[in-house]
């Protein structure tokens, strides 16, 4: 049996990724920061959080990777664990540096000292590409990061590198272009759409405040990426590797197939300053050939299947929170403004 080590199991593709090796016969750990309130929702969205191995691991600290590596004695490491909000970026840059960036570098160290025959995953991003005119983007294509998230990630990706060439570490970068799905983060659009567009179908909000609507990216499905990241790991070789659609939409279209799903008028949705950046990747569009080629991995969830999949979890997760039903979710929790909201009684 092989032993896998997540740092940043409490996020979306954490969660998917442990569900899927727990599904391969892994042994799963999973690294998670401490905080006031514990964030598992996922992992029992899933039925897994009484099936992984859960070890505080805070990538600002050293001595909980290391102590991490030391419980879970790992054949393979995935690191998911980042500030990976784009827009929080901006205003916490350094702070974005130290987690994003550093953080990598902190475990690549750890590794190197516990046991450099580790394979290691890094979660690159389609965003270090950033502003650049060609219609597609694949492993040789050049960088040119605009965000600090983007730069983090990018110094990562670097260092990744570095380590494989320097001390021959089967280090791996996956470079993934924008995946979603009902476990993905409220702060991000199409999670944002999916909500808040199913709050507005039912009655339970009136209107979606959003920002630059003419950004395209490349939207995959989530559970596809995380298998992915797994066929990377079992290369002979460590390598870099694109994962993506190969399609582009803009945000306006997510919108607009959102509403036609949910039955609802996309006249309801507005932008706001708020919402902008200082700078925006305009389009994302990615070359998935070498991923097809070598790992044969291909996305099989394509646009309009995904805003559905979004769509549809999302009012169901409304209607049954109408119910008074209870069960793991993050948006119940999150906006307290809502009509329903009102209704519930106090404490
Ligand atoms: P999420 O934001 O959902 O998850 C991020 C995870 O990192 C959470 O578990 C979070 O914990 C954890 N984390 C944050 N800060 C720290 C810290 N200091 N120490 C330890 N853990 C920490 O991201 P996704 O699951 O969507 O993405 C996974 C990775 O892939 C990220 O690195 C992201 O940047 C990258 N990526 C994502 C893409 C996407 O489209 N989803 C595309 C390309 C790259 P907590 O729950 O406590 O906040
Ligand atoms: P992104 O995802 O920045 O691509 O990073 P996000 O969903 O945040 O933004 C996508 C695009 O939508 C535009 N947009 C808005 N974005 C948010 N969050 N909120 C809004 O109200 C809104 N209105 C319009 C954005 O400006 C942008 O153009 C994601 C993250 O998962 C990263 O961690 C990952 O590396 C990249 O995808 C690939």
């Given at each position: 049996m092989k ?24 042994k ?8 006031s ?12 959080h ?25 054949n ?13 970026s ?6 974005t ?7 990598s ?11 450099k025959?580790?394979?290691i ?10 502003e ?5 983007k ?23 590198r ?7 570490m089967?280090?791996t ?11 993905r983060?409220?702060e ?7 909500n808040?567009v ?14 630059n609507l003419?950004?395209k ?6 559970p ?15 390598d870099?590797?694109?994962?993506a ?26 932008t706001?300053k ?13 070359d998935?050939k ?9 996305p ?13 979890e ?10 008074r039903?209870?069960?793991?979710w993050?948006?119940?929790t ?14």
């Amino acid at each position: 049996m092989k032993n896998a080590l997540i740092t940043g199991i409490t996020g979306q593709d954490g969660a998917y990724l442990a569900d899927f090796l727990l599904g391969k016969g892994y042994k799963v750990f999973g690294g998670y920061r401490r905080l006031s309130t514990p964030n598992f929702w996922r992992l029992y969205h899933l039925g897994i959080h009484d099936k992984v191995k859960l070890l505080p691991l805070d990538v600002l600290d050293s001595h909980s990777i290391s102590e991490a590596l030391v419980a879970s004695a790992p054949n393979e490491v995935y690191h998911l664990a980042a500030q990976s909000f784009v827009g929080a970026s901006f205003v916490q840059p350094l702070y974005t540096s130290d987690v994003t960036g550093f953080g990598s570098v902190r475990l690549l160290d750890e590794i190197l000292k516990f046991d450099k025959k580790i394979k290691i995953y890094q979660a690159s991003s389609s965003e270090m590409f950033g502003e650049d005119n060609s219609p597609t983007k694949n492993e040789t294509s050049p960088f040119n990061p605009v965000s600090p998230y983007a730069v983090a990630k990018l110094y990562s990706y670097w260092m990744v590198r570095a380590y494989r060439k320097g001390y021959g570490m089967h280090a791996t970068n996956g470079i993934l272009f924008n995946h979603e799905s009902p476990l993905r983060g409220l702060e991000f659009v199409t999670r944002k759409i999916s909500n808040e567009v199913a709050k507005i179908s039912l009655g339970l909000s009136k209107s979606l405040k959003l920002g630059n609507l003419d950004a395209k990216r490349d939207w995959g499905y989530a559970p596809e990426f995380v298998e992915g990241m797994w066929k990377m790991l079992q290369q002979k070789n460590p390598d870099d590797y694109v994962l993506a659609t190969n399609e582009t939409h803009t945000v306006r279209e997510f919108v607009n197939e959102a509403c036609k799903i949910a039955g609802i008028s996309s006249k309801s949705i507005q932008t706001s300053k708020q919402n902008l950046r200082p700078i925006d990747v305009q389009y994302l569009r990615g070359d998935y050939k070498k991923a097809k080629r070598k790992l044969g991995w291909s996305p099989k969830t394509k646009f309009k299947k995904l805003v559905k999949i979004m769509v549809d979890e999302d009012i169901s997760r409304w209607e049954r929170w109408i119910k008074r039903e209870y069960f793991p979710w993050d948006a119940a929790t999150f906006g307290h403004d809502s009509i329903g909201m009102k209704k519930t009684k106090k404490l």
